[in-house]
């Protein structure tokens, strides 16, 4: 009897003890989006949800379609709301957080024992059906002895994931601020193009008239009208251009159906005064940037693996088999049963696998983690460097273009427009001066547009979430704007 009853506390040993763990912390449905949430909204002042069910959607939807009536045209940080409400990308992302809170939820989970129930002596002449009933509860205790290493190692990942989420929600709002501004940009050389084509053919309709009075060679007719051709063709590629920066922005924001119909502006923000003095951005990015959080976190996982592996490098496998017997036999016409309990430990040994070529790889892991680690604090040093340098010097390339290159083409303009009147110059010394201004001012759109460019890339390269190679390469490859109007 006192057999027995230490056999069902044995038994009852791993069910005990899995008590002491909880998982309520991992088991939520939004486990870690708080957190997301928070670090995301410090930099975006946005909002953003994970969305779960159908009365989510729906009120997401409802809140994308009341910005998109609100905002006509489209501005930059109505965009990145839309993006951060409504693209299916992010919300997969999210899911990956759930990912990982399930399977820290799973770790503070013990292995279910296995359960094993024997007869024997079935059909034996005597006894009503059989002779020995064997029951055994199998339980591995290197799983117990290592559970708080392995809850320790889920829950660095899963602190990991909330980071990997917080990245991936900085990286679509400063891709959709980029797109945003190439759009804008792109139809603002549009509109530029096509005030010059309306210049160029007045030049090309001149020089036919000159032509049939016989005050203009062919040869130069020839030249005016081939200006013309050409000008169409940069402004049919300008315009093709735009049309395509603006379907990139649409898709970042997830738009699709009658929400096609937003207008962006015909025009980028004028350049501020001044440019925003970061003297210390190598020190803001080394303590803010969140991908570099988590390569910390990656080498603190991968300690946690190390120190497991090293616990373990000898014996990989050990259970324990603990159970009962009973017994029945007839001895001189009397029935006798008999039970015992039983317990035997299952272990592998290490004879011919001692763990070295385990404790190799743990330790070369290491090594791969912290060198990974410290080649991101180096590269995120250069990235703040790099990001502010291009901020700086964009700035200054646009304001010489605003302040020096176009109004000398506007004073030169004028002047030949001066002695056009004064029958001193031709007419076109007047349009080739007027073309030569129209592009100084597509130069200095293309400038404005990438100091704007420049400027959405220093959050990125304090916070994290900076481009993909995808947004990186896509800038405006001729020249694209609106005209006048409401938009595009």
């Known amino acids: ?10 038994l009852a040993f791993p069910l005990a003890l899995s008590g002491c763990v909880t998982g309520a912390e991992y088991s939520r449905k939004e486990a870690g989006f708080t957190s997301v949430a928070n670090k995301t909204a410090i930099v975006t002042a946005k909002e953003t949800v994970w969305i779960q069910n159908r009365n989510q959607a729906r009120s997401a939807a409802v809140q994308v379609t009341s910005l998109l009536a609100q905002t006509k045209p489209l501005d930059v940080e109505t965009a990145v709301q839309i993006a951060l409400l409504n693209n299916k990308g992010l919300q997969a992302a999210y899911a990956d957080l759930g990912d990982s809170a399930a399977d820290a939820w799973q770790s503070t989970m013990f292995l279910n024992p296995t359960v094993a129930v024997g007869l024997t002596g079935i059909g034996t002449p005597g006894l009503e059906a059989f002779k020995t009933v064997e029951g055994a509860v199998v339980t591995n205790i290197l799983a117990l002895a290592t559970k708080k290493r392995d809850i320790e190692i889920a829950d660095t990942r899963f602190r990991q994931a909330q980071l990997n989420a917080a990245v ?19 139809w603002e050389n549009v509109g530029q193009l096509q005030r010059a084509q309306a210049t160029a053919d007045a030049a090309s309709e001149l020089a036919q008239k000159l032509g ?10 020839a030249r005016e009208h081939v200006f013309v051709a050409e000008l169409a063709g940069e402004t049919a590629k300008a315009r093709l251009a735009a049309r395509l920066t603006k379907e990139e922005l649409t898709r970042l ?9 937003y207008q962006v502006p015909n ?10 003095k970061r003297d210390t951005i190598e020190a803001e990015a080394l303590r803010n940037r969140i991908d570099l959080q988590v390569a910390k976190l990656e080498l603190e996982a991968t300690a946690r693996s190390y120190g497991l592996t090293e616990a373990t490098r000898y014996v990989t496998d050990l259970e324990i088999l603990t159970g009962l017997e009973t017994e029945r036999e007839i001895e001189d016409g009397d029935k006798k049963v008999d039970t015992t309990g039983f317990a035997e430990l299952e272990f592998a040994i290490p004879i011919f696998d001692t763990g070295k070529a385990r404790m190799r790889k743990a330790e070369l892991g290491y090594m791969r983690a912290a ?13 703040a460097r790099s990001a502010y340098e291009a901020y700086r010097s964009n700035y200054d390339i646009a304001r010489h273009y605003r302040n020096s290159v176009v109004p000398l083409r506007t004073k030169v303009e004028e002047e030949s427009l001066l002695t056009y009147n004064g029958m001193i110059s031709n007419t076109f010394e007047l349009l080739t001066d007027t073309r030569d201004k129209i592009n100084s001012i597509l130069l200095s759109v293309n400038a404005k547009r990438d100091f704007w460019l420049a400027e959405a890339d220093l959050a990125p390269a304090i916070y994290g979430g900076g481009a993909t190679k995808a947004s990186a390469e896509t800038e405006v490859a001729a020249a694209s704007e609106s005209s006048a109007g409401g938009g595009h």
């Open 253 to 261: 924001m997830g738009l699709w159906g009658s929400d096609l119909d």
């Open 168 to 186: 991936r929600t900085l990286q679509l709002a400063a891709d959709t601020r980029r797109a945003w501004i190439n759009a804008v940009a792109a």
């Open 1 to 10: 009897m006192i057999g027995t009853r230490k056999l069902i506390v044995a």
């Open 371 to 383: 060198n990974e680690l410290a080649e991101k604090a180096v590269n995120v040093r250069s990235e």
């Open 267 to 276: 025009s980028l923000p004028s350049l501020p005064r001044a440019v925003v």
């Open 212 to 221: 049939e009075t016989g005050a203009m060679t062919k040869g130069a007719q």
